[in-house]
């Protein structure tokens, strides 16, 4: 079973439109982390965030927000009026605090941004 | 502070050449992380070492593949010989392991084409 879904394969949008990536995990740990990187044209992985199973604050950078809730195992990535420099793959991740070493990647989701 | 560093970043080779892919993680970070991504498979996990030591070879393809690291602040992934479905972007990540919560960081990875 897949431990990070990504049901959105691919997205299209209009700039300065709003657009949010869905991300849906499986754990049994109380204790886990969850992370988003980001993946442009150029081809690196770029850290963007990271939360831990205790905080489900909401959290806002910029035109980047996170909707972590723990009711529906859901860690949602909304960028606010999007921009075509936010045309990229975007991938969520899981850690489980017993089995450290792995990071569980999510099948990413392409995002166009179109001018 | 510099991140991760890989090299090369692109190689083109004729199958069943050796191809040798290096790595120097963050100083500081006890762990790296060999990963592999592909349109099919997406990014899987080859192996994992831990001050050194490889903990979780696990996703290693098969025999052709090995990894090394030395020391603290050197890597190689090896393919030997190489086979065109080996093309592939191969991403060196580290992290320092006080915590399975800690971020991995990941190179710009090494595109590789076997023809």
């Known amino acids: 079973a897949q431990k990070v879904t990504q049901a959105q394969t691919e997205i299209s949008v209009v700039e300065k439109e709003d657009v949010t990536l869905d991300c849906v995990y499986e754990t049994r740990d109380t204790t886990y982390y969850l992370f988003w990187y980001k993946q442009p044209p150029s081809g690196e992985l770029v850290f963007l965030i990271r939360?831990?199973?205790?905080?489900?604050q909401n959290e806002i950078s910029g035109r980047y927000s996170w909707n972590f809730q723990k009711s529906t195992s859901s860690f949602n990535f909304t960028i606010t009026a999007s921009q075509v420099v936010d045309s990229a793959v975007y991938f969520c991740?899981?850690?489980?605090?017993?089995?450290?070493?792995?990071?569980?990647f999510g099948t990413g989701t392409s995002l166009t941004v179109i001018p | 502070d510099a991140g991760v560093i890989q090299s090369p970043r692109h190689e083109v080779t004729e199958m069943g050449q050796e191809v040798t892919l290096r790595c120097k993680p963050i100083s500081g970070h006890n762990s790296l992380f060999w990963y592999r991504q592909t349109m099919m498979r997406g990014l899987e996990l080859l192996i994992y070492f831990n001050n050194n030591v490889p903990i979780d070879d696990s996703g290693m393809p098969e025999d052709r593949f090995s990894a090394k690291m030395p020391n603290a602040s050197f890597s190689t992934l090896k393919i030997q010989p190489s086979e065109p479905r080996d093309s592939a972007v191969y991403f060196c990540?580290?992290?320092?392991?006080?915590?399975?919560?800690?971020?991995?960081?990941f190179g710009e990875g090494s595109w590789l084409t076997v023809v």
């Open positions: 939360r831990n199973s205790f905080d489900e």
């Open positions: 991740a899981l850690s489980e605090d017993n089995t450290g070493n792995q990071f569980y």
């Open positions: 990540a580290s992290r320092m392991d006080t915590s399975s919560g800690n971020t991995i960081y």
